[in-house]
């Protein structure tokens, strides 16, 4: 059955210039035989006439300040919201949990899917405001197409131009479960950081947060595959969709994600494992006797070496936490643990790394290097989904 056959689609359109491309949309959800309404912010008409989109199918709702509950009676409806385009006004009211005209009532109250395209200047889609905003906003499931790079109206080039309605389309099949580009792939994912005891009170642990890993088993779960979370304690909620183990221990990770060896296609350790352990767990909480502690510390087991030395090995995709050199010492990393590609990035520069919501990485398999530029992680997420989809053997079964 097609993919978008029934399915009720409300288009939220909001003002901006890329507003022109609905009409488009709503033609290409009618052909793809979805039911359309349309609610235009007061701002949206600007751009296009509730006519044009009347015309080629849609049904247009208009905002009446009445005794009514459109607002509901749409949220119910709704098999899936999408907005296009997003401004980065929406975006912010979205974020803020407001609720002043038809469109953001209708937000608040669905329980249906929330998909945007966001359209705006590109310094407006760099501006931390946004990039927060998007971040809060994809940490609550809402789903994110483009935008796209290129020339916008205002002159500029960059990101920040609204996606194609083909791309848009295809996001709503991906939801639907028809064109996911990894459906029938086991994917593993490892994040956070391990916590390695030593006493009932006290532990080893590192500064990762776990977003990184947590974004690209959301963007991996978009593209249809089965996803196994494995994290180690983080204060992030399970992506929608997304099986979540959590661990504590760098050796209850690798036991978790040994378990899976043998039906995994795919393999991404983003976790930020500790190398060491406290040679033993102490089950009383130590006491300051002396002046000085000698703690001894094993090495744990490598989770990513050892996945990558199965046979037949899954896909295997690492990170490499560095600085100075990144990108060499990626290089060798890779080279050395055997796998198939190594993302790189610097935890010595401002903004970027660790515990923050973006990040800069440079990404390396056994041809080439590509550095990218510093972008939330949930769109290098989507990137990265991207890049691991044109490189995976495909074993998926049809
Ligand atoms: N990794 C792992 N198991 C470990 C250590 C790391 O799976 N015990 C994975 C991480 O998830 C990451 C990559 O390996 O994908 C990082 O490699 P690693 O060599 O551990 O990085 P560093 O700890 O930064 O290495 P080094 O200290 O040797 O530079």
Avoid at 25 to 47: N, Y
């Amino acid at each position: 059955m097609p993919p978008l056959r029934g399915r009720r689609v409300v288009l939220g359109i909001t003002g901006g210039v890329a507003a022109y491309k609905t009409p488009e949309l709503v033609r290409r959800l009618r052909t793809a035989e979805a039911v359309v309404r349309v609610v235009l912010s007061r701002s949206a008409r600007q751009f296009v006439a509730a006519g044009a989109l009347a015309a080629v199918g849609a049904e247009v709702v208009e905002d009446h300040r009445g005794p009514g509950m459109v607002h509901i009676d749409l949220a119910r409806w709704a098999d899936a919201i999408v907005i296009a385009p997003a401004t980065a006004h929406v975006l912010s009211r979205l974020a803020a949990g407001a609720a002043d005209d038809l469109l953001t009532t209708m937000c608040l109250a669905t329980e249906a899917p929330l998909c945007v395209a966001p359209a705006m200047n590109r310094i407006m889609w760099m501006n931390p405001a946004t990039r927060a905003n998007c971040a809060l906003l994809a940490g609550r499931g809402v789903r994110f197409v483009g935008p796209d790079e290129g020339a916008q109206a205002c002159g500029d080039n960059g990101p920040g131009r609204m996606s194609e309605p083909g791309e848009i389309l295809g996001m709503l099949e991906r939801l639907w479960g028809a064109a996911g580009a990894l459906r029938g792939i086991n994917a593993v994912v490892t994040a956070g950081a391990t916590y390695e005891a030593l006493d009932p009170a006290r532990g080893f642990t590192n500064r990762s947060s776990g977003k990184m890993g947590y974004a690209l088993a959301a963007a991996l779960a978009d593209h249809g595959a089965a996803v196994t979370l494995i994290s180690g304690p983080t204060a992030l909620p399970a992506p929608p969709g997304v099986h979540l183990i959590p661990v504590t221990s760098a050796c209850q990770m690798r036991d978790a994600v040994w378990a899976c060896r043998g039906t995994m296609d795919l393999f991404v350790a983003a976790a930020a494992v500790a190398d060491y352990r406290p040679q033993t767990v102490l089950a009383d909480k130590l006491k300051k006797d002396a002046h000085t502690l000698t703690v001894t510390l094993v090495r744990n087991p490598d989770i990513l070496a050892e996945v990558a030395g199965l046979t037949p090995r899954p896909f295997t995709v690492g990170f490499a936490a560095e600085t100075g050199d990144v990108e060499t010492k990626a290089r060798a990393k890779r080279a050395r643990k055997g796998i198939d590609l190594i993302v790189a990035n610097p935890i010595d520069e401002a903004g970027v790394g660790f515990a923050g919501d973006d990040n800069r990485v440079i990404l390396i398999d056994k041809d080439h290097a590509a550095a990218w530029t510093a972008a939330p992680k949930t769109e290098i997420a989507r990137a990265l989904a991207r890049e691991i989809i044109k490189r995976l053997p495909r074993t998926a079964s049809p």
